[in-house]
């Protein structure tokens, strides 16, 4: 994390606190920290060794445009300039910088891409399969219809627990902790629930003794990211997908599909756990036919005589 920053700068040691302080106080994924290190190495280095109470928000501009012209989005833009801005609030509240350069600085405005979603008929493809023969496999297919079943985040699924009521077969429901530390209740479907009681049967051929982690890789220990992306490729190619599907896509396929079947968009939030309707309102495109049939069903003057 913190190794990526230039070591020479003279205001290193500053970002290292921030990020310090980042890490125990607003308790961030590993992940998210590592992204924040990153764009803060990155403002350093453009920096070339000016202190970072000499940053002015002109300086700010060229080194956006310094990205954008090496090739960075819009969307990456915005999250680096998000870092740095959070910086300098750090730095106005612990170290009495008088002036944020990134206050009232936008990022090139980025184009909205669309989230990539299997069809239903895809989706269902990806799960008609003869009963898994290994432990591993077990595992594997547990993992992808939880994920498609609960619409839950990669990072999600590998932190889920056996013990601390994670997982509850019984109620049909699954507590996990999402982004910022928010966590959340949703249900889970009842091909998911058969899939993994029979993981959970099979689970202690793979999982080392004492190992509290619900999937486990083939170590015995709690499996990785990368692992289950892996797994889910060679899984989908197995099943004849000729699309590479990467663990998201089940994300965003549990939302479109339970979006296409209730148009609650609210509950959709909810259980995909966006702060903001907003997020969650990126899956109203893909839902367009079902709403045009839904109108053709229900307005008197679309239907035929």
């Not at 000016?50 to 956006?64: F, K, S, T």
């Not at 079943?149 to 077969?169: F, Q, T």
């Not at 999402?178 to 009681?197: D, H, I, M, S, Y």
Request: charged share 25%; glycine share 8%; hydrophobic share 40%.
């Amino acid at each position: 994390m913190a190794e990526d920053l230039p070591a020479t700068h003279p205001d290193a040691a500053l970002v290292r606190e921030h990020l310090e302080a980042l890490r125990h106080q607003r308790r961030l994924a590993s992940g998210t920290l590592n992204n924040y290190a990153r764009d803060l190495a990155v403002l350093l280095r453009l920096a070339q060794g000016r202190r970072l109470a000499q940053i002015d928000g002109i300086q700010v501009r060229r080194y956006l445009a310094q990205l954008h012209g090496a090739g960075l989005s819009g969307r990456s833009l915005a999250g680096t300039l998000s870092a740095w801005r959070g910086l300098y609030r750090w730095l106005a509240r612990h170290r009495d910088f008088r002036s944020n350069p990134c206050q009232g600085v936008r990022a090139p405005k980025a184009a909205r891409t669309l989230p990539k979603a299997l069809s239903v008929e895809a989706a269902q493809r990806l799960f008609e399969v003869a009963q898994p023969d290994s432990p591993a496999l077990l595992r594997d297919r547990a993992m992808f219809e939880l994920m498609y079943s609960s619409g839950l985040r990669l990072a999600e699924l590998v932190g889920l627990d056996l013990d601390g009521g994670r997982l509850d077969l019984a109620a049909g429901e699954v507590t996990v902790t999402g982004k910022g530390g928010k966590t959340r209740t949703v249900p889970v479907g009842a091909r998911a629930r058969e899939t993994l009681a029979q993981w959970l049967s099979a689970r202690a051929q793979l999982a080392a003794p004492q190992e509290r982690a619900l999937f486990v890789g083939a170590r015995g220990a709690r499996i990785a990211p990368g692992t289950v992306r892996a797994r889910l490729a060679t899984w989908a190619r197995r099943q004849g997908l000729a699309a590479p599907l990467h663990p998201h896509m089940l994300r965003h396929s549990f939302a479109t599909h339970v979006l296409q079947s209730s148009q609650d968009l609210r509950a959709v939030q909810e259980m995909l756990g966006h702060s903001s309707i907003s997020s969650t309102q990126v899956y109203t495109h893909l839902d367009f036919q079902s709403l045009a049939k839904v109108y053709d069903a229900a307005h008197p003057r679309a239907r035929r005589k």
